[in-house]
């Protein structure tokens, strides 16, 4: 929460600066979504979020800048919101 609230503090002109500190964050909530949707302890189930989705992720980013509604609703705010994402 406190990097989500970090990333939105950088400065709107520094999308560079936004984009990568973003994508870490939301890549990290993805696979905790994933981590709580399968046995992370099997070792035949590989947790890990496909690169087409990391760089669908991207792009949503970089196309979706200048709305900060979309940015604002992008990283949950609770665990059951972290659930219920796409």
């Known amino acids: 929460e ?4 970090y990333t939105l503090s950088a400065p709107y002109s520094q999308m560079r600066v936004r984009v990568a500190c973003a994508l870490p964050l939301l890549i990290g909530v993805r696979t905790l979504k994933e981590l709580s949707q ?3 302890l099997d070792p035949d ?5 496909p690169r087409s989705e990391v760089k669908a992720l991207t ?3 970089v196309f979706n800048y200048w709305f900060p509604w979309y940015w604002k609703r992008l ?5 059951t919101e972290l659930l219920e994402m796409k």
């Open 45 to 49: 189930s590989v947790i890990k979020i």
């Open 2 to 5: 406190e990097g989500w609230r």
């Open 75 to 79: 990283f949950p705010k609770t665990w």
């Open 38 to 40: 399968r046995n992370p």
């Open 59 to 61: 792009k949503r980013l």
